[in-house]
């Protein structure tokens, strides 16, 4: 096995723009699946609608496009009917915390085993760059031009509410580390959420003053800072892991 087994390389080259960073959050997980030997036929991939939510068009097994911010209950449903797939969510910030944030409430609060990865560019991509959940306060978006009034959703704080949980934070810029994240998110049995710190130059970048998805990445290095072993909860400009496998909802 190797990543390019994942792909559905007769739809390349993929809609992204240039210096988009799905393509390699998507390869990042495709990697890690050829490293854990999980075959194509035993994985499901389900996304929302967005950008991020292409990627299930692209992934070489079997996969859903679902509704907006409807991935997490239809990824539930195939988990529910056959326990013995592995299930992963691939989606955006927009589609997981803001319209479907409820689904992310629940299905972590019911402790569901699922892998949810979040491409967390901060912003609603896909139709044109409208302020997010997710959005840093103070940032100008096309529906915010003079800077968001609003911190954006503690993600890592409704994760963590939940008496047993897995949060990951990586970035697209710490690729070895996003694949070792992605490895033990989906090695977890229940609800794993990797947060994952992607960028979005077209259609929010450029807005803020950045001339390629290249220079947003080397933001992304200067931003955070891996804390391998956190005491705690991870500070807002951490990447890592937090989890606890104590008993969960249904114990
Ligand atoms: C019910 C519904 N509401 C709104 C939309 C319009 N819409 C399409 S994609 C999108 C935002 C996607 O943002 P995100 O999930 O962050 O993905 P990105 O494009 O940033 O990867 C919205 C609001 C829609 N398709 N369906
Ligand atoms: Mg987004």
Same mark, same amino acid.
Request: a positive charge; charged letters at 20%; hydrophobic letters at 40%.
């Given at each position: 096995?190797? /990543?390019?087994? /994942?792909?559905?390389?007769?739809?390349?080259?993929?809609?992204?723009?240039?210096?988009?960073?799905?393509?390699?959050?998507?390869?990042?997980?495709?990697?890690?699946?050829?490293? +854990?030997?999980?075959?194509?036929?035993?994985? !499901?991939?389900?996304?929302? #609608?967005?950008?991020?939510?292409?990627?299930?068009? /692209?992934?070489?097994? $079997?996969? !859903?496009?679902?509704?907006?911010?409807?991935?997490?209950? !239809?990824?539930?449903?195939?988990?529910?009917?056959?326990?013995?797939?592995?299930?992963?969510?691939?989606?955006?910030?927009? $589609?997981?915390?803001?319209?479907?944030?409820?689904?992310?409430?629940?299905?972590?609060?019911?402790?569901?085993?699922?892998?949810?990865?979040?491409?967390?560019?901060? #912003? /609603?991509?896909?139709?044109?760059?409208?302020?997010?959940?997710?959005?840093?306060?103070?940032?100008?978006?096309?529906?915010?031009?003079?800077?968001?009034?609003?911190?954006?959703?503690? #993600?890592?704080?409704?994760?963590?509410?939940?008496?047993?949980?897995?949060?990951?934070?990586?970035?697209?810029?710490? !690729?070895?580390?996003?694949?070792?994240?992605?490895?033990? &998110?989906?090695?977890?049995?229940?609800? &794993?959420?990797?947060?994952?710190?992607?960028?979005?130059?077209?259609?929010?970048?450029?807005?803020?003053? =950045?001339?390629?998805?290249?220079? +947003?990445? =080397?933001?992304?290095?200067?931003?955070?800072?891996?804390?391998?072993?956190?005491?705690?909860?991870?500070?807002?400009?951490?990447?890592?892991?937090?989890?606890?496998?104590?008993?969960?909802?249904?114990?």
């Amino acid at each position: 096995m190797t /990543y390019k087994d /994942y792909i559905k390389w007769e739809r390349m080259p993929a809609t992204w723009c240039p210096g988009c960073s799905i393509g390699t959050i998507f390869k990042s997980l495709a990697m890690t699946l050829a490293k +854990m030997d999980r075959r194509p036929e035993e994985v !499901v991939l389900v996304s929302g #609608i967005g950008c991020s939510g292409r990627t299930a068009g /692209y992934f070489a097994g $079997d996969s !859903v496009h679902t509704t907006h911010g409807r991935a997490i209950p !239809v990824a539930e449903g195939i988990k529910r009917a056959n326990p013995a797939l592995t299930v992963i969510v691939f989606s955006g910030d927009g $589609d997981l915390v803001g319209i479907g944030g409820n689904h992310f409430l629940h299905a972590s609060r019911r402790d569901i085993d699922l892998t949810v990865v979040c491409v967390n560019n901060g #912003i /609603y991509g896909m139709t044109g760059g409208q302020m997010a959940p997710t959005t840093p306060r103070g940032e100008k978006t096309l529906t915010s031009p003079g800077g968001t009034a609003f911190l954006p959703l503690n #993600i890592q704080a409704v994760a963590t509410a939940n008496p047993r949980h897995f949060y990951g934070r990586c970035s697209t810029y710490q !690729v070895n580390h996003l694949q070792k994240v992605f490895k033990e &998110a989906v090695s977890w049995p229940g609800f &794993a959420f990797v947060d994952v710190m992607g960028f979005c130059i077209e259609n929010f970048g450029r807005r803020l003053g =950045f001339k390629s998805g290249y220079e +947003m990445l =080397f933001k992304l290095k200067a931003d955070y800072k891996m804390n391998p072993n956190p005491a705690g909860l991870l500070a807002a400009n951490e990447l890592g892991v937090v989890k606890h496998d104590g008993p969960g909802s249904q114990a």
